[in-house]
């Protein structure tokens, strides 16, 4: 066993190998999610869609005010989308291990599989969203996909390395302390309203003294810079590509490194 | 098995879980549970070999570590010592249909089952009619596996894991799956794996199947290895096991059942309560020990046997809230030193060391038995007739040590022990045959009417001590024996005097204030009820927790005795949790026995309860903030949000 965690190449190797196990693992969840529901499928679509409805209700309808409007709606959209991705990955992350008890104390594969199983169904959710912001967003706000929107790949990549890192860290912190799950909600609401995804960055400057600098530092910002640079076709500065770059690899890495460190010692903790 | 090669070598491997407990196992929870970690050694110590083409079993009672030692086999569980080397490989489908997901098709999950098994894609799909046409299903394939039977989903799982043709196949109890046609098939197919010189190592219950599969199996107990051997020998050992424990058993629910009916009045027995019985020596001799002392309790209950060192924590929540009244240790000094138990909590407690004679002769008769052909099992059976070699040329002839050290350093233990004064009796005593009788009739135990499974050997070690024996180890001993008035009986057929009594028992070592006089204490100490409630009312009302726990102990011991007065103290204790856990029941229980010792302020006190609660509800008022919910349920680790 020592070998699984001492060479990298090994575990590697061992980790291509099981590659469609995480595949599987992940379109046996998406079947299985939705198996005993009338509309089935139609749900990946279905759930972005009733998202940005009840966004739009709410920015649209009720308070249509200055910030209102399709405009506004599209920002949001493209800013909550790839939040849920991120949501999604930390608590289906966080349950990983966990969730799979009986999978992780009888069978032997490297455990990393799970969290990366979670990533692929989330992509592919992510995915389905990402059809209905053009849809909505096209037609009520004009953006059409277009040249810019090939930045959707790079940011899609680092975006994904980023969660898969927060998603493992929590995967072994959640091992051996079950308490994470509880907190999770709360802390993935908190980053919601600490992110410009329903504010803009300018209204930065609105914030108290004390709270810009954890503003600007947070990673997310950065990711949702690139989003809007691609679906929007907003301004992107360089520095935010920096910190979207060093903050995905940087927590990818850490994260997976870290969950593969503390991998041996899961079972006897389920 | 000659020439065979390995397919799994455990060697020394030692597991140790910590997992979080609740500080009070089996009382309802009044309040939040406090939660601790306790070490649970699963397996310690574990070696041995499992060959290629060999099918190997794996038995014990449930908690043994079974699984844990599967697990470890299986490599998804790091022992924390020792090594387990694998070669070839494994399908550790410990728990059939472990990757299975109950939502997706039989179909769907071959195909997961088999990728999490180590398989490629391509593979599984070459096996695919294979596994479909040996699990039987039919059309049901294609139906998710929630519709399916428990005895389908076994035989899908079961056919997923035997047809990915692995070297290794490790099964946890699943040899009930299916009905009989496809159990005769399932065997065959294992049957057939090991003529491929495949290995299979299986956990079962059913000991049945177990040695007809089976070539070897392995016995397992409380994390260590009882026996490994061929199979039918280790299932008939294990058999026989359980059947003494069955019938001990049965003999102390016997015990309680006749306690029950007939239960005599608590006044009249002054010496009555449980006891517990440590049986702390890690020694064919302990248990037998323990288990024979089971179930003799008369009244009360027994707990035995604690085997040193694993069960220590076992031992440290019976004490802190069993009501056990008397204490018997059956310890080597170094082992109860350890066990660091708390006599004051006691009524009476008796150590009982054993005889370093005793040790002697289990000692030559342990090598006697490694070595069936040696001079040394001639002259040991020669001088177990009462003649041949003396003993100490039986220990020249097996490499002991004539001289005895280790026994003195255990002599020189005991004696430091009976200096403390901890204990009311230290004895020595041949744990080997003599009298657990009369041993019991200490602690005023009856012991009339039962039968234990195990009966001594007929004639005792001390015959066969020669002259010569006596005279090289009675001066070694010399010094220990004489000090514990030992010194008579070291002779050849002579009964000994076994019961050492050491003066001046410090009882109850609690630190007193100067409310007591000394008189007080001297007289509780001596059996007066009426001093123990004196003693009883004064140190709970101190409100000192020490103090209180003191209290609440000499509570106790009076309301045994049928004091009335004491049990309304001791139910007060209990309710308002004055030197120890609450307990609302034994409040209860208590305040219902003093009001039938007929203490005044008892039955006012049961009668104002019995009207509080016969009482209807109140008039609900029109409005009221919302109660949250009482829970009592320890937090579930599973119970976590899911994924959605």
Redesign the interface.
């Known amino acids: ?1 020592a070998s699984i965690t001492s060479s990298a190449v090994g575990y590697l190797r061992r980790l291509w ?2 590659r ?2 995480a595949l ?2 992940a379109l ?2 998406i ?3 939705n ?2 529901t009338a509309l089935g499928l139609a749900w990946w679509i279905l759930n972005p869609m009733l998202l940005a409805g009840v966004y739009f209700l709410v920015f649209g309808v009720i308070f249509p005010g200055a910030r209102g409007g399709p405009e506004y709606l599209a920002y949001l959209l493209s800013g909550i989308f790839p939040f849920y991705f991120t949501t999604r990955c930390l ?2 992350g966080a ?2 291990v ?2 799979n ?9 490297p455990r990393i599989i799970l969290p990366i199983s ?1 990533l692929i169904e989330a992509s592919i959710g992510f995915a389905a969203s990402m059809l209905v912001y053009f849809a909505v967003a096209g037609p009520l706000a004009g953006y059409w996909p277009g040249v810019h929107t090939i930045l959707l790949i790079p940011a899609f990549l680092l975006h994904a390395a980023f969660n898969l890192g927060i998603g493992a860290l929590l995967a072994r912190v ?1 091992v051996f302390y ?1 308490d994470t ?2 907190l ?2 709360y802390i993935t609401r908190i980053w919601l309203y600490v992110s410009p995804v329903i504010w803009t960055p300018d209204r930065i400057e609105n914030a108290p003294d004390w709270l810009s600098p954890a503003l600007a530092a947070n990673p997310m910002a950065a990711i949702l810079e690139l989003y809007r640079a691609a679906l929007m076709g907003s301004e992107l500065r360089q520095v935010s590509v920096v910190v979207a770059t060093a903050t995905a690899v940087g927590v990818g890495a850490a994260g997976v490194a870290i969950f593969i460190k503390g991998e ?2 899961m ?2 903790y389920l | 098995m000659t020439g065979r090669r390995p397919a799994v070598r455990v060697e020394d491997v030692g597991v140790r879980f910590r997992p979080y407990v609740s500080r009070k196992p089996g009382l309802p929870r009044r309040k939040l549970p406090h939660r601790s970690r306790v070490e649970v050694v699963a397996l310690d110590g574990v070696s041995f070999e499992v060959m290629k083409g060999e099918a190997f079993g794996v038995i014990g009672p449930n908690g043994a570590g079974k699984s844990t030692l599967l697990k470890v086999m299986a490599g998804t569980l790091e022992p924390d010592s020792g090594k387990v080397t694998r070669y070839g490989r494994l399908s550790p489908l410990l728990t059939l249909g472990a990757g299975f997901n109950a939502a997706l098709s039989g179909r769907q999950n071959i195909l997961l089952g088999g990728l999490a098994n180590g398989l490629s894609k391509k593979e599984i799909e070459a096996k695919f009619t294979q596994i479909i046409e040996f699990s039987d299903l039919g059309d049901a394939i294609d139906r998710p596996m929630g519709t399916y039977s428990s005895g389908m989903f076994a035989r899908l799982a079961f056919s997923v894991a035997v047809n990915l043709q692995p070297e290794i196949l490790l099964l946890d109890e699943v040899m009930a799956v299916g009905d009989a046609v496809f159990r005769r098939k399932s065997m065959s197919a294992m049957r057939s794996l090991v003529e491929r010189s495949g290995t299979i190592i299986v956990v079962s219950h059913q000991l049945k199947t177990i040695s007809d599969l089976c070539q070897r199996a392995l016995w397992i107990d409380s994390g260590t290895v009882k026996m490994v051997g061929a199979a039918s020998t280790v299932v008939q050992a294990y058999r026989e096991d359980q059947a003494a424990r069955e019938d001990s058993k049965r003999l102390e629910a016997d015990k309680r059942e006749r306690a029950k009916r007939g239960r005599p009045r608590r006044d009249q027995q002054s010496d009555r309560g449980n006891v517990l019985i440590v049986a702390a020596e890690p020694t064919a001799a302990g248990a037998v020990y323990g288990t024979a002392m089971a179930g003799l309790s008369g009244e009360g209950s027994a707990y035995y046997p604690l085997l040193l060192p694993k069960r220590r924590n076992q031992l440290d929540s019976l004490l802190s809230y069993a009501p056990y009244e008397r204490l018997l240790v059956a310890a080597e000094s170094g082992n109860y030193t350890s066990l660091g138990i708390d006599t004051t909590k006691f009524h009476k407690s008796i150590l009982v060391h054993r005889d370093p004679r005793d040790v002697l002769v289990e000692q030559l008769m342990r090598e006697a038995e490694r070595l069936p052909d040696s001079a040394l099992s001639a002259g040991l059976t020669e001088r177990l007739s009462g003649a041949g070699p003396s003993m100490v040329e039986l220990m020249e002839l097996a490499g002991l040590d004539p001289d005895i050290t280790d026994f003195l350093a255990a002599m020189d233990q005991m004696t430091s022990l009976a200096d403390t004064g901890r204990f009311e009796e230290i004895r020595i005593e041949d744990l080997f045959g003599t009298d657990l009788f009369a041993l019991a009739g200490l602690l005023d135990v009856d012991l009339s009417g039962t039968a234990p499974a195990w009966s001594p050997p007929s004639g005792t070690w001390r015959h066969w001590f020669t002259a010569g024996d006596v005279d090289h180890f009675a001066p070694k001993l010399g010094g220990h024996i004489s000090r514990l008035g030992y010194d008579e009986d070291w002779a050849v057929g002579s009964e000994p005097a076994l019961v050492v009594p050491l003066n001046a028992p410090d009882l109850p070592g609690g630190d007193y204030t100067a409310d007591h006089t000394a008189d007080t204490l001297e007289h509780a100490r001596h059996g007066s009820a009426a001093a123990m409630t004196e003693l009883a009312h004064s140190l709970v009302a101190s409100g000192g927790d020490v103090d209180m726990a003191e209290g609440r102990a000499w509570a106790y011991r009076a309301a045994i005795q049928g004091t009335g007065e004491a049990m309304f103290v001791l139910s007060n204790c209990f309710m308002t949790g004055a030197g120890g856990p609450p307990d609302r029941d034994r409040a209860l229980f208590w305040l219902k026995e003093a009001a039938r010792a007929e203490h005044g302020p008892a039955i006012e006190a049961l009668k104002a309860h019995n009207a509080a609660t016969k009482r209807p509800a109140p008039p609900t008022p029109a409005w009221r903030p919302p109660v949250p919910m009482e829970d009592e349920d320890e937090f579930d680790d599973d119970d976590l949000p899911n994924r959605s």
């Open positions: 066993m190998e099981h469609d196990l599987y693992l046996g969840r079947r299985a999610s198996a005993a608590i289906g349950a990983s966990t969730s008890s009986r999978l992780v104390s009888n069978l032997r594969f979670i959640a079950r799950g509880n999770l909600p041996s010692r079972t006897r």
